[in-house]
């Protein structure tokens, strides 16, 4: 069993910037390819970036090209995404995921693990 435990959410103005942190933890017999997905108030939950094992492929949604950035340190079973220049739109409570196999995906269907998510605030 894999456990994922994020960090970082909270409440910015637009402009701003936060750094969201992942821990994995529990017993795990395979590299995980991991990602970042969202979700605000009365939508459904949406890709942000995700990262394969190596951290050679990062593919980012388009609301995030440009403004966010993924990455992981294997060594700490840690993922991040830094948030950069936040609009009111980023707003949701961003959920850490994670595959059973090193290979990153855009779809919450191929990840085994999921956090419990750390809400991000964006004030106008």
């Known amino acids: 069993q894999v456990q994922l435990v994020e960090s970082g959410g909270g409440l910015v103005q637009a402009g701003g910037s936060l750094r969201l942190s992942c821990v994995a933890s529990?017993?795990?017999?395979?590299?995980?390819?991991m990602g970042w997905f969202r979700q605000a108030p009365g939508k459904e939950r949406d890709f942000v970036a995700a990262?394969?094992?190596?951290?050679?492929?990062?593919p980012y949604a388009d609301s995030a090209k440009g403004r966010f950035t993924i990455s992981r340190d294997n060594a700490k079973n840690t993922m991040y995404l830094q948030m950069n220049s936040l609009k009111p739109e980023d707003t949701a409570v961003y959920y850490c995921?994670?595959?059973?196999?090193?290979?990153?995906?855009?779809?919450?269907?191929?990840?085994?693990?999921w956090g419990q998510g750390t809400q991000v605030t964006v004030s106008s």
């Open positions: 995921a994670a595959r059973r196999i090193p290979y990153e995906s855009m779809s919450p269907a191929d990840y085994a693990y």
């Open positions: 990262i394969s094992w190596s951290g050679s492929t990062t």
């Open positions: 529990g017993r795990t017999f395979s590299r995980n390819g």
